[in-house]
């Protein structure tokens, strides 16, 4: 079984969509097997978001993330990477599908209230990031 990463960004959280979130999760047989809200500090957000750095949105997208709480999931089953990914919509929600969660709740490209990881091996190391292998309940 496969596992990847899933925030609930701070507008998600804030909007009151968590439960609509989970229920897509849900309907579409993705298992969550770790969860929990946290504030993210600016150095976790550092840290989590580092390989963007250089990139000229590294402060704002910072700045967005330690903005309010966020809910971090550990997500698993087959495919699961590819099907959440699929499911979230594109990270410019005026390109995401329609029925993505993107295309349904987001409000601008920083504003899009999920994330997850695009790969087995980002998604092993945000794991880590969030939570010890005593959470997750597999």
């Known amino acids: 079984m496969e596992k990847t990463l899933s925030i609930i960004k701070p507008d998600g959280v804030s909007r009151k969509i968590i439960g609509e979130v989970i229920k897509r999760l849900e309907e579409n047989s993705i298992n969550i097997i770790a969860m929990k809200m946290i504030h993210m500090t ?16 590294f402060d704002s997208l910072i700045s967005f993330m330690i903005s309010g709480p966020v809910l971090v999931m550990v997500l698993e089953g087959e495919d699961v990477i590819g099907r959440y ?3 979230m919509g594109a990270t410019d929600y005026k390109n995401a599908d329609e029925g993505t969660i993107r295309k349904d709740f987001a409000t601008d490209i920083e504003k899009n209230v999920v994330h997850g990881s695009d790969s087995g091996e980002s998604a092993n190391f945000e794991i880590g990031h969030f939570f010890s292998a005593l959470e997750i309940v597999a």
């Open 42 to 57: 600016k150095f976790q957000a550092e840290g989590f978001y580092a390989v963007h750095r250089e990139r000229p949105f």
């Open 85 to 87: 990914r699929k499911l």
